[in-house]
């Protein structure tokens, strides 16, 4: 089975610009989240997503970071327009209904310059 | 505020001996928690969790201790091996899984010969 897959892998953007991360669930997980992790900080909560639909946005830090879930299945995180406080790990956990415990991707180290 | 405490950044134990990470949490109304260990440029991988009804819960050489009087839970890893060697996040809940989790900052083990 296919993990969760995250990509890119790794972004170096300027302050100003938008970028876009995607995640890929694993197939047949309903509820899908991101996480981001700041400068060695604790791993917090953005957002999180049953379906197609936002259950909880209660983390997203502002209006610049846009999070979409087309058809219920892969995630994108946008970031328009890009701050240097946005730099982080940001990851993505997909989880089935009634089960313990997150399966995470392996992050998408953005470094805003 | 930070609601989830792993006051030690970082800890260093000898292959074979027991390695003992501690959390605190100051939410009395957690009632789920999980420990998750992450390599580097991996993402975080779920380890163990306990119930807030337990205070025990054992799988193999990890052991999960909860003191909820005194909000404080660790994880024992007995016998430590060097591919124990991660940062070990504690993480909390209110909700059985589908609910947003609260990390700590991590704990980094490093497990020598």
């Known amino acids: 089975e296919a993990g969760v897959t995250q990509f890119p892998s790794h972004s170096v953007i300027e302050k100003g610009q938008t970028v876009t991360l995607r995640c890929d669930p694993i197939?047949?997980?309903?509820?899908l989240y991101w996480y981001r992790r700041v400068m060695g900080k604790e791993i917090k909560f953005l957002l999180h997503?049953?379906?197609?639909?936002?259950?909880?946005e209660s983390g997203m830090p502002n209006n610049r970071f846009l999070a979409e879930r087309t058809g219920g299945t892969y995630s994108t995180l946008k970031v328009q327009p890009a701050e240097l406080e946005d730099s982080g790990v940001y990851f993505c956990?997909?989880?089935?209904?009634?089960?313990?415990?997150?399966?995470f991707g392996s992050g998408t180290r953005l470094t805003v310059v | 505020d930070q609601q989830v405490k792993q006051n030690s950044p970082s800890l260093s134990v000898q292959e074979g001996r027991i390695s003992i990470l501690n959390c605190d949490y100051t939410n009395s109304m957690f009632d789920y928690f999980l420990w998750y260990k992450k390599y580097p440029a991996e993402g975080p991988t779920f380890l163990i969790s306990?119930?807030?009804?337990?205070d025990k819960n054992e799988d193999g050489r990890f052991t999960v201790f909860l003191n909820k009087s005194a909000k404080h839970l660790s994880l024992h890893i007995v016998p430590s091996q060097p591919g124990d060697s991660a940062v070990y996040f504690c993480?909390?809940?209110?909700?059985?899984?589908?609910?947003?989790?609260?990390f700590g900052t991590g704990t980094r083990l490093q497990v020598f010969p």
């Open positions: 197939s047949g997980h309903d509820n």
């Open positions: 306990i119930s807030s009804i337990k």
């Open positions: 993480a909390a809940s209110y909700t059985y899984n589908t609910d947003k989790l609260i």
């Open positions: 956990a997909s989880s089935q209904s009634g089960e313990y415990g997150y399966t």
């Open positions: 997503f049953v379906k197609e639909s936002k259950q909880d």
